[in-house]
């Protein structure tokens, strides 16, 4: 006879539990019976927030349906257990369904923590913390949605929190995060990272209060939620609020039966994960073990593993939480890992620190700077999934090599031990890994991930579990796969000639024909890849219809997200060449709105400080004075730099700003894998730094020499000379299909000189094809370009002829009378700039002047 085993819970652990034991229990010594609160059968919380980014409740599920077809499992869903009788060994439901254990496990996990605030009961006030939570704040949102611009709040800065804000802005919402604390996740990074993290959250348009402790929720005359009281005196106005602050145990049912509780709650368990009560165990967020509960999903998978073990007769026990974290946020990246805070006597601490890029990277490492202790990286945690598994142990070489950017401090390669965890969440060795492609046959990413569950939970791992197949399959001799990522089988490259010559155009399409899961939505890897491909083998607004959802953040509003949450426009200045008609017309437009100006190094102005609802407004305003996009916020042409050339300069020999315009005018709004940058130079003293740009030009007395592969950033390069010595019209058709050739074959945010290092034959690969025709395609190549010529139109005239489009930014039927309180400025050098925390109680609210628009479909700006 089996025994039965009651399982009180349906979430993660719980699932993570009946998997373990199920693929162990090969005898059937156990018959499982799960009683779980909610209706649906486990999903994964840990991946709440990508329900906002239309995935469908069902697409959270965890594992594979068949457990719970098993006939030693049954599921029992929508009934919770309110009471537990340890002498009869029985449990009862609030159905009144009755269950006799030989063995129970508590897996009730954690609830989520609401302060005693006033007003936290009112409509439009939410927790984050299941499915039910997020739809119902999503249908919130999009019912306020549909006559105003929503102002959201979130009450806590931690790792939920951030999320939440997330979401809520992905929803549309303007949204502010209040940190009771110093810093932003302080539980998980230090006052430094935080800061960082701070910046980060700015740029993505989410405002951050610091310090901000709520005492009041204030409803609105309309009903629902009106605005937040602070302790300090001041106010947040908000329609929705959702609280984040923090989890509790639920214990509720082990206080009620006399099982042991620990001091700050939560059920005492040893390290097997046994209560007081040994026909009892209790695992996940609502065991306290070594006397602390952990809120993290890789302690509580460890515990379910234990107990199974123990279940079937093993001595395993817990080894310690891993608390490494990082953040599933899309465009901000943070990590944190082994002992954060430098807590171990004589630690030391190697920070590198980026202000200006967003970035803040930390290792705590032992005193003699070899062990790696723990660490904390911010704006590029590219690092993490490498480091995380060396804690405890040596790293070869000098420890800050680790913190440098890619390519600029030779940090050596980490070889990782076969015993070295990878993937914490579901305890997943490096050793595993390598076995799954040496042993089992496993020869792509997915089938290492269903092989040894690395990556199923959080994903965190999968850059480094990508990393070992790679490297393990080739040394097997097997043939690696290049796939753009889950969802698409094929390289970018071969994405591209797929979607090219097939003809389709959206994403729906191009999944349901070339992707792996056809029913599957995509991902943050595969749906700006796909949109800017469309671009050029498609080609349509950014806005129009379905390729508006694939957007990255920037071309979502056709202008650069600022820190403070404001954007910035910059016009096309074709080679840098301005009319003071229209130097005028930018000034009158900055003075008007109170855009601070500055003068780029791709020769144009960029004008700082305005609202998302005042884009349309300067767009018109600038449309007018004869400007357009000058695409500074998208992966494409940026700018073609010039000097004066011939036309000035007695030194120069041909008309450089007559041919840098006409080059800027040509390939304007050019999407491709990674932005793309030109300059032209008149003579050989070049003025214009043509050798640092994507395609360089320089004059000579015979024509013009042509550089490619040429760029500035973390790993400058210089261009490499490709031809010389042509005439204007051979240059151009020699550009047009270069271009054409990278956006073609090179991968995904891939610059033109690694592309060109990767080429079949180099420079001389590309030279071939680009000059000589070697692949019989330049034929093609120009009709391509000479297409793309003829299709362009302006983002921003387009946007502002189309209702629809400007929808996305605001009611403009008057512009608000109220500027946006969490926008404030202090002068500066006779302009304004953002205020720092420190400076914003005496900043002003906003820029001097308010746009409305007039009756008559005429945009204009009164003082």
């Not at 999320?163 to 992905?170: D, F, P, T, V, W």
């Not at 965890?421 to 997943?428: G, I």
């Not at 404030?824 to 205020?835: D, L």
């Not at 005496?842 to 945009?859: K, M, Q, S, W």
Request: glycine letters at 12%.
């Amino acid at each position: 006879m089996n025994q039965h085993l009651v399982v009180v819970g349906g979430g993660m652990v719980a699932q993570r539990l009946v998997e373990a034991l199920r693929d162990r229990d090969t005898a059937g010594a156990w018959r499982i019976t799960v009683l779980a609160e909610e209706p649906r059968r486990p999903y994964d919380r840990v991946a709440l927030t990508s329900y906002f980014s239309g995935r469908d409740a069902d697409d959270l599920a965890l594992g594979d349906p068949e457990l719970w077809s098993d006939p030693l499992v049954t599921l029992v869903r929508d009934d919770a257990v309110t009471q537990v009788d340890r002498d009869a060994k029985t449990v009862t439901t609030a159905r009144g369904r009755t269950e006799h254990y030989d063995h129970l496990v508590l897996a009730t996990g954690s609830s989520a923590w609401v302060p005693p605030l006033e007003g936290a009961d009112l409509p439009g006030v939410f927790v984050y913390r299941t499915v039910d939570d997020v739809a119902a704040l999503r249908g919130y949102v999009e019912k306020l949605s549909e006559d105003r611009v929503v102002k959201g709040a979130v009450l806590g800065g931690g790792l939920l929190g951030l999320e939440a804000a997330g979401a809520l802005q992905a929803l549309g919402a303007r949204t502010t995060v209040l940190q009771v604390g110093t810093h932003l996740m302080s539980a998980q990074v230090d006052l430094g990272g935080g800061e960082a993290l701070r910046r980060l959250i700015n740029q993505l348009g989410v405002g951050v209060r610091l310090n901000a402790m709520t005492t009041t929720i204030k409803p609105h005359r309309r009903g629902g939620v009106g605005r937040l009281e602070l302790a300090d005196g001041g106010r947040v106005d908000a329609d929705v609020v959702v609280i984040a602050a923090g989890v509790r145990p639920r214990d509720e049912l082990g206080r009620a039966s006399g099982l042991a509780i620990g001091e700050r709650g939560g059920i005492v368990v040893d390290d097997t994960c046994l209560t007081s009560d040994l026909d009892i165990s209790a695992v996940g967020e609502v065991a306290c073990i070594q006397g602390a509960t952990i809120g993290l999903v890789a302690p509580g998978y460890a515990m379910a593993e234990i107990t199974a073990d123990r279940l079937l007769g093993g001595t395993s026990s817990f080894p310690g939480a891993d608390t490494a974290t990082k953040l599933k946020l899309s465009g901000v990246d943070v990590a944190s890992f082994g002992d954060a805070f430098g807590q171990t006597p004589g630690a030391l601490e190697i920070v590198w620190a980026d202000p200006v890029g967003g970035v803040y990277k930390k290792l705590v490492m032992s005193d003699d700077a070899r062990t790696l202790l723990g660490g904390v990286l911010v704006g590029d945690a590219s690092a993490y999934a490498s480091l995380r598994p060396m804690l405890g142990r040596e790293l070869p070489g000098d420890p800050a090599a680790f913190l440098l950017p890619e390519g600029g401090g030779g940090a050596p390669e980490l070889e990782l031990p076969d015993d070295a965890a990878v993937c914490s969440c579901n305890n997943v060795s490096a050793g595993t890994i390598r076995g799954a492609v040496t042993e089992h046959g496993c020869t792509d990413l997915g089938a290492v991930k269903a092989c040894t569950k690395a990556g199923t939970s959080c994903g965190s791992c999968l850059p480094l579990v990508k990393k070992l197949v790679t490297t393990e399959l080739a040394a097997q001799g097997i043939a690696v796969s290049t796939a753009l990522c889950e969802h698409f089988a094929l390289s970018r490259a071969q994405l591209y000639d797929a979607v090219r010559v097939s003809g389709v155009s959206s994403f729906t399409q191009v999944i349901e024909r070339f992707g792996t899961r056809a029913e599957g939505r995509g991902c943050d890897i595969c749906r700006p890849t796909v949109a800017s491909i469309l671009a050029t083998t498609s080609p349509a607004h950014v806005l129009e219809g379905e390729r508006a959802t694939l957007q990255d953040t920037n071309d979502h509003v056709m202008a650069n997200l600022q820190k403070d949450g404001s954007y910035s426009v910059v016009p096309r200045i074709a080679g840098g060449e301005v009319t003071p008609e229209g130097l005028i017309a930018i000034g009158e437009v900055a003075k008007d709105f109170g855009l601070y100006t500055k003068i780029t190094g791709g020769q144009r102005i960029d004008m700082f400080g305005a609202r998302i609802d005042q884009l349309p407004l300067i767009w018109q305003r600038l449309v007018d004075a004869g400007f357009e996009s000058g695409h500074a916020y998208g992966k494409s042409l940026r700018t073609v730099k010039s000097c004066v050339g011939s036309t000035w300069c007695r030194f120069g020999v041909q008309d450089s700003v007559a041919l840098a315009v006409m080059l800027e005018l040509r390939y304007r709004g050019l999407r491709s894998p990674h932005k793309i940058k030109l300059g032209v130079s008149g003579c050989a003293r070049e003025c214009a730094e043509a050798r640092g740009k994507d395609v360089g030009v320089i004059a000579t007395d015979k024509g013009w020499n042509v550089y490619v592969g040429g760029n500035g950033g973390f790993t400058p390069r210089h261009a490499q000379l490709l031809a010389e010595d042509l005439d204007t019209e051979t240059l151009v058709r020699t550009i047009d299909r270069f271009l054409l050739y990278y956006v073609r074959t090179a991968d995904r945010l891939q610059r033109t000189a690694p592309w060109i290092e990767e080429v079949e034959g180099g420079l001389d690969g590309v030279r071939a094809v680009v000059m000589e025709d070697s692949l019989g395609i330049a034929a093609d190549l120009d009709e391509q370009m000479a297409l793309h010529v003829v299709e362009y139109e302006d983002e921003w005239k387009a946007t502002l002829e189309d209702p629809e489009k400007l929808r996305r930014f605001a009611s403009f039927v008057n512009a608000p009378d109220t500027p946006d309180p969490s926008l404030a400025y202090v002068p500066e050098r006779g302009q304004s700039r953002p205020a720092t925390a420190d400076e914003r109680d005496d900043a002003r609210p906003t820029p001097h002047h308010e746009p409305v628009l007039v009756a008559g479909a005429r945009l204009e700006v009164r003082s």
